[in-house]
Nanobody, 128 residues
């Protein structure tokens, strides 16, 4: 069992930055692929970014590539999402997700059903 707790959300002006954190407890953190998703009002939850257990591989949604950076600190059992150049359309509840997986390549980590564990979410609001 893995528990995930997100933090770091808030209100920011367009063009600003935020860093989200997701603290995990449970099995060895480095054995988990970690993802970030977001859900805007009246929209489906969508993939944002994913990082392998070692941190050596990452992938991003086209809408955030070049603006967002996913990273992890396995010694602190924490994954981060640094969000730069924020836009009003980035407004959403952001969720972190986890799946135990020794393999990163060859999986479609953009699918919600790939993940077993989810946090409760943190609200990010970007004002224009």
């Amino acid at each position: 069992q893995v528990q995930l707790v997100e933090s770091g959300g808030g209100l920011v002006q367009a063009g600003g930055s935020l860093r989200l954190s997701c603290a995990a407890s449970g099995r060895p953190f480095s054995t988990y692929v970690m993802g970030w998703f977001r859900q805007a009002p009246e929209k489906e939850r969508e993939f944002v970014a994913v990082i392998s257990g070692s941190g050596g591989s990452t992938s991003y949604a086209d809408s955030v590539a070049g603006r967002f950076l996913i990273s992890r600190d396995n010694a602190k059992n924490t994954v981060y999402l640094r969000m730069n150049s924020l836009k009003p359309e980035d407004t959403a509840v952001y969720y972190c997700a986890a799946r135990f997986s020794p393999q990163f390549s060859g999986q479609n980590w953009g699918r919600r059903d790939q993940y077993n564990y989810w946090g409760q979410g943190t609200q990010v609001t970007v004002s224009s």
